[in-house]
């Protein structure tokens, strides 16, 4: 096996020096303190795996399965080691000798193949279980099926969020006009938070930028990559950089820092592809988060909101984008608001894309500690710059009379001084 990536070994896993100064950033590590969930055991895992030391057990296995791919370790780490993209082979490397159960599979076959083959598609499954949902269906199945169900069933059906979709036309521009863009709505979440996509045309229409959004692309193939499906994310890739490619050099923009950090990232993950290489290259040159975009502008007046605000940075903007500067930029251009440090702001919230879903405990006690610190701290507003980060923390949140909102949202509230999505809380 050959990974020519620089900071990588011989057995393209990276040259950790134990120094542990990782293990103090990791969640995992933090509610499970063993060497074997922590960055540096991991690490040692990996290597194991690749130079044949170690079997490729289920439980070694279920140790990598419990990272949360938050990237925390690679901004603490002094050797600058790449742990994402170890981990990313890693998963990859495991699905042959170890592949999922054949339940896992013809669901991921079903959901993460056939279901993101197209919008249509997409939008047929989300919309069933929504549904599902709004007859009352799962509260009848877990009733009469209570003692039946696995409890993992019965809590995963609660954690499945309600739809907001479909994402309205984009709105008329305010003249003058500034500039164009190309946005990407994201998949899931131009469903679940339709009103967010929403917001972000309302906010761009109001600045005088001209928004596309090119309807071919289904998936930026972030979701295939966490889980080591690297064939099924390089397709979503490829058929991504084509859909954008009409739109020429303008910015691609995107409201979500999973689809951010793996949009950046397609020349590594299509990098050895020479039909694809230099078009990923030109395609993730022209991406931006939202909050990057709007940072690096002048924006039109916003109007004033008296909110107490804390600001949460998703570990894909913050770690693996290195973006924390330019969402408190934005927040600061807005009259009237207090932008109050969050505690602990830069750990992840336990969300991670599917693995709220997949490892549902581990999952929701680092999203206690989260809401505890939120809690404590009691704005009136939290925010957040990630589709997946603003469910979990909504869910944590319902109850406690804190709003959770996407940051767009919130510039949404302040030009029009109404909500234009609901925040929970
Ligand atoms: S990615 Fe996050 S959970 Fe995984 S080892 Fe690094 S800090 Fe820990
Ligand atoms: S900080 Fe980096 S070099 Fe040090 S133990 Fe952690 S992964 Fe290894």
């Known amino acids: 096996m050959t990974h020519p990536v620089a900071g990588l070994d011989r057995f393209g896993h990276p040259s950790c020096v ?19 969930a922590s ?9 194991g795996l690749a130079s044949g030391h170690l079997e490729p057990t289920r439980q070694l296995s279920d140790y990598l399965a419990l ?3 938050c990237r925390a370790c690679e901004t603490a780490c002094p050797a600058n080691l790449p742990y994402g993209l170890a981990l ?4 990859a490397d495991l699905r042959t000798p170890r592949p999922p159960s054949w339940m896992a599979r013809l669901i991921e076959r079903f959901t993460l193949g056939w279901a993101f083959e197209s919008r249509a598609r997409l939008g047929l499954l989300v919309g069933t279980m929504d549904l599902y949902h709004r007859l009352g269906l799962s509260t009848l199945v877990e009733r009469l099926f209570a003692s039946m169900l696995p409890p993992r069933l019965r809590t995963l059906s609660r954690l499945l969020p309600r739809c907001e979709g479909p994402r309205p036309p984009a709105p008329p521009l305010v003249p003058p006009e500034t500039g164009t863009v190309a946005f990407m709505p994201g998949c899931v979440a131009d469903h679940y938070l339709a009103r967010t996509n929403q917001a972000t045309l309302l906010v761009l229409a109001r600045n005088g930028v001209r928004t596309v959004v090119p309807e071919e692309a289904v998936c930026c193939g972030a979701l295939h990559q966490h889980r ?5 994310a390089r397709e979503h890739a490829r058929r991504t950089i084509a859909a954008f490619e009409p739109s020429g050099d303008v910015a691609v923009v995107t409201n979500s820092a999973g689809c951010g950090a793996t949009l950046k990232e397609y020349p590594r993950l299509l990098g050895g592809d020479p039909a694809w290489e230099e078009r990923a290259r030109r395609f993730s040159a022209r991406v931006r988060d939202l909050t990057e975009f709007l940072a690096g502008r002048e924006l039109r007046p916003l109007g004033p909101l008296p909110y107490r605000v804390a600001y949460d940075d998703p570990c894909h903007l913050l770690h693996a984008q290195g973006i924390g500067a330019a969402p408190r930029e934005v927040l600061a251009r807005v009259p009237g608001l207090t932008l109050v440090p969050l505690p602990e702001s830069d ?15 581990m999952s929701q006690s680092i999203l206690a500690r ?14 957040t710059a990630n589709p997946g980060c603003l469910l979990h923390l909504r869910m944590g ?6 709003r959770a909102m996407h940051l767009v949202d919130l510039l949404a509230e302040s030009y029009w001084q109404r909500p234009v999505a609901t925040g929970g809380g």
Request: aromatic residues 6%; proline residues 5%.
């Open 18 to 36: 134990l120094c542990g100064l990782c293990l103090a950033h990791c969640p995992t590590y933090r509610e499970f303190p063993l060497e074997v």
């Open 39 to 47: 960055p540096r055991g991991r690490l040692a895992l990996m290597r």
């Open 67 to 69: 990272c949360l791919a």
């Open 88 to 91: 990313e082979r890693a998963r």
């Open 228 to 232: 080591g499906l690297l064939d099924l």
């Open 347 to 361: 750990w992840c919230c336990g969300s991670a894309g599917l693995y709220s879903l997949t490892q549902i405990e």
């Open 370 to 383: 989260k809401v505890e610190n939120i809690v404590q701290l009691g704005p009136d507003v939290v925010l």
């Open 397 to 402: 949140l319902a109850g406690h009379g804190i």
